[in-house]
């Protein structure tokens, strides 16, 4: 195994103040719908506002990130591989099968994430965005605006809400499936992820002819 420089300072501060603000967000808007008591129906609301502004920053920011450094290809979807992925998820890493797809720094994101982060920023991250704050601004504080219809503003913010609960737990599992349960998760701290031998010269070799 040698360690190789998979994400930079910008990829973890992204991963880690979004990982935040979600839970933030998630936490503070099912208070909202007075699902628990954590911290008060003023404050969430407060906080779950002041989240999603701070989440709508960072997304620009990413995308410009993304945008400028062509990380953007990372994350289209493609065909190869998706039904092996799956299936190594399902059955395969309990049986020590190896990974259908290796991870390089020009690859970071096998075919089945590809699919599901798409998804995230192309239209869950939006309509959660969007919905949000059509809420926000025509219902609270003070109902500025008589706005109708919000109730199915309301429910597809909550259908959103709960796909991103069931990303998060996804997302926990996937942590675990690396070359041992907590390699996903230093890489992501440090930058730095345990490639065999063969993945490393892939890995040289895509870098050089990119």
């Keep these: 195994m040698n360690k190789v420089k998979i994400y930079s300072r910008f ?3 992204w991963h880690w103040t979004q990982m935040v ?5 998630m936490i503070t808007g099912f208070e909202i719908h007075s699902t628990f008591e954590a911290f008060g129906f003023e404050t969430s609301v407060r906080l779950h506002s002041a989240a999603g502004w701070a989440f709508l920053i960072l ?8 945008l400028v450094t062509g990380q953007s290809k990372q994350f289209v979807p493609v065909r190869n591989n998706v039904k092996q992925q799956a299936m190594y998820y399902m059955v395969g890493i309990f049986k020590k099968a190896p990974h259908p797809v290796k991870k390089t720094a020009d690859s970071k994101l096998n075919p089945l994430q590809r699919i599901i982060y798409f998804g995230l920023i192309i239209l869950v991250f939006p309509v959660q ?3 949000g704050f059509l809420y926000l ?7 500025p605006f008589a706005l109708e219809g919000l ?4 429910v597809l913010h909550t259908l959103g809400a709960f796909l991103l609960v069931a990303f998060v737990i996804a997302h926990l599992y996937l942590i675990t499936t690396g070359h041992t349960v907590t390699s ?3 890489a992501m701290i440090t930058g730095y992820e345990d490639l065999e031998e063969e993945e490393e010269k892939e890995a040289q070799l895509e ?3 990119h």
């Excluded at 603000?21 to 967000?25: E, H, R």
């Excluded at 109730?151 to 309301?154: F, L, N, R, W």
């Design 129 to 131: 965005l969007i919905t």
């Design 137 to 143: 601004f025509f219902h609270y504080p003070d109902k």
């Design 151 to 154: 109730e199915a503003v309301a």
């Design 21 to 25: 603000l979600i839970l933030l967000l």
């Design 184 to 186: 996903n998760l230093q």
């Design 207 to 209: 870098t050089t002819t």
């Design 11 to 13: 990829e973890r501060f």
């Design 59 to 66: 997304t620009i920011f990413a995308v410009f990130w993304m």
